[in-house]
């Protein structure tokens, strides 16, 4: 249904090809994580995309924010090889190898 959380948290993106006509959509899921830098502590909250489709080989991941203190070492479109620079110099994943073996929620 329409309207539960769930459905809620997405948004939808319509493209329409005009040289066929036919009408594509994606569904990107949109979402905050906590990211806590291992070597000081330092923490907050990154607001983050992606093709909400596991079909795709490319989830096209994307970081449309970061907490303070934090910024893009190496982006990439999967969140295990997008990899982050703390300002105390440390580097780290957006999602470390461990939480992605946990499973996707
Ligand atoms: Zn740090």
Not at 30 to 48: D, V, W, Y
Not at 56 to 67: G, I
């Amino acid at each position: 249904m329409l309207g539960s959380t769930f459905v809620a948290m997405r948004s939808y993106v319509r493209a329409k090809d005009s040289s066929t006509g036919k009408s594509t959509m994606a569904i990107r899921d949109r979402f905050s994580k906590k990211l806590t830098c291992p070597q000081c502590g330092n923490s907050g909250f990154a607001e983050a995309s992606e093709i909400d489709d596991a079909k795709r080989k490319n989830p096209d991941f994307k970081v449309d924010q970061l907490p303070r203190g934090f910024f893009v070492q190496r982006s990439s479109v999967h969140q295990e090889t997008f990899m982050l620079k703390c300002e105390c110099g440390r580097k780290f994943p957006f999602r470390s190898l461990a939480e992605a073996a946990a499973g996707r929620d």
